[in-house]
């Protein structure tokens, strides 16, 4: 099992985010990127959402930093640590978009681009958009397919359901000539379109028991990442038994790459506690570059 971090100050849930996060930035960020670079963490994330309505805001925070030029920002900052979106919401992009963007993102950062993506479920940003909200489903599902078509290729082609494309040239276009795709979401169709479309499966919102149950159910390739998130935070330096107790916990429900919450109360705290991750992470046989 590997470990990457859910990026402290992107995303601002008013339960979860720290003091220290409301006043920080981008220098933040890439402090505690580069930290985790240099330690051999897998991955950092950043999500997406254009616009929250403030009710919902108030329920599961407004602050969410496009991931795009963050990552970007990010990329520049560090060698090795993956840089991964969780997640794009397919139904607002049409595939060449994401292939021309991410593509050049790929390129810029020598291939650690890891595509995050899902169908959505705010239908107030879809309506918001001008995005379609009934039958996302099928609509991600070929969006997926376009994109596999499509990325790390300058002249893609495509036939599909929704989307039907050729003799265009996307350059720059991804350097990996297999960009990796998780899907993201909380249901069996999620990890069923998972299997068979993606290279790994993203889900959130689900108890460590119920998500082993999800994938004992399911014939996952012995090749797709199963990205879980413990849902809690973990706190290597003042409660490190739990932190390697639940590490365990996810190993055993079937991870392949833990992405982790970190408690922090501040900036340079975070990076000590990556440390003490490190170390307490090594002896149950967790890798690190």
Same mark, same amino acid.
Not at 139 to 162: C, I, V
Not at 201 to 213: E, K, M, N, Y
């Given at each position: 099992?590997?470990?990457?971090?859910? &990026? +402290?100050?992107?995303?601002?849930?008013? *339960?979860?985010?720290?003091?220290?996060?409301?006043?920080?930035? =981008?220098?933040?960020?890439?402090?505690?990127?580069?930290?985790?670079?240099?330690?051999?963490?897998?991955?950092?994330?950043? &999500?997406? /959402?254009? #616009?929250?309505?403030?009710?919902?805001?108030?329920?599961?925070?407004? @602050? %969410?930093?496009?991931?795009?030029?963050?990552?970007?920002?990010?990329?520049?900052? @560090?060698?090795?640590?993956?840089?991964? $979106?969780?997640?794009?919401?397919?139904?607002?992009?049409?595939?060449?978009?994401?292939?021309?963007?991410?593509? $050049?993102?790929?390129?810029?950062?020598?291939?650690?681009?890891?595509?995050? !993506?899902?169908?959505?479920? !705010?239908?107030?940003?879809?309506?918001?958009?001008?995005?379609?909200?009934?039958?996302?489903?099928?609509?991600?599902?070929?969006?997926?397919?376009?994109?596999?078509?499509?990325?790390?290729? +300058?002249?893609?082609? %495509?036939?599909?359901?929704? %989307?039907?494309?050729?003799?265009?040239?996307?350059?720059?276009?991804?350097?990996?000539? /297999?960009?990796?795709?998780?899907?993201?979401?909380?249901? +069996?169709? &999620?990890?069923?379109?998972? =299997?068979?479309?993606?290279?790994?499966?993203?889900?959130?919102?689900?108890?460590?028991?119920?998500? *082993?149950?999800?994938?004992?159910?399911?014939?996952?390739?012995?090749?797709?990442?199963?990205?879980?998130?413990?849902?809690?935070?973990?706190? +290597?330096?003042?409660?490190?038994?739990?932190?390697? $107790?639940?590490?365990?916990?996810?190993?055993?429900?079937?991870?392949?790459?833990? &992405?982790?919450?970190?408690?922090?109360?501040?900036?340079?705290?975070?990076?000590?506690?990556? #440390?003490?991750?490190?170390?307490?992470?090594?002896?149950?046989?967790?890798?690190?570059?």
């Amino acid at each position: 099992m590997r470990i990457g971090i859910v &990026s +402290p100050v992107l995303i601002q849930h008013p *339960a979860t985010r720290a003091d220290w996060e409301v006043g920080a930035g =981008i220098d933040e960020v890439a402090r505690i990127a580069e930290a985790a670079d240099g330690l051999g963490f897998h991955h950092v994330t950043c &999500s997406e /959402h254009v #616009a929250v309505p403030v009710e919902i805001a108030t329920e599961r925070g407004g @602050t %969410y930093w496009d991931p795009l030029s963050t990552l970007g920002f990010l990329a520049a900052r @560090t060698s090795r640590i993956r840089l991964v $979106t969780q997640v794009l919401v397919l139904g607002y992009h049409h595939p060449l978009e994401i292939a021309k963007r991410y593509g $050049t993102l790929d390129r810029l950062s020598s291939g650690r681009v890891t595509l995050g !993506l899902g169908v959505g479920s !705010l239908r107030e940003e879809f309506d918001l958009i001008g995005a379609q909200f009934e039958g996302r489903g099928a609509l991600a599902d070929d969006a997926l397919r376009a994109l596999r078509a499509s990325l790390g290729k +300058p002249n893609p082609e %495509y036939h599909g359901e929704f %989307y039907d494309f050729e003799n265009f040239v996307v350059e720059p276009h991804a350097v990996q000539q /297999h960009v990796p795709l998780w899907i993201g979401g909380r249901t +069996p169709r &999620s990890l069923r379109r998972a =299997i068979e479309l993606g290279d790994g499966w993203v889900p959130f919102g689900l108890r460590i028991d119920d998500l *082993a149950g999800m994938l004992a159910k399911a014939p996952v390739p012995e090749d797709m990442e199963i990205v879980l998130n413990a849902g809690r935070t973990l706190d +290597p330096t003042g409660a490190a038994d739990a932190a390697a $107790t639940t590490l365990s916990r996810l190993r055993d429900a079937g991870a392949t790459i833990a &992405s982790v919450n970190i408690a922090a109360t501040s900036p340079d705290h975070f990076t000590d506690q990556l #440390a003490a991750l490190v170390a307490l992470a090594v002896p149950l046989g967790i890798d690190f570059d």
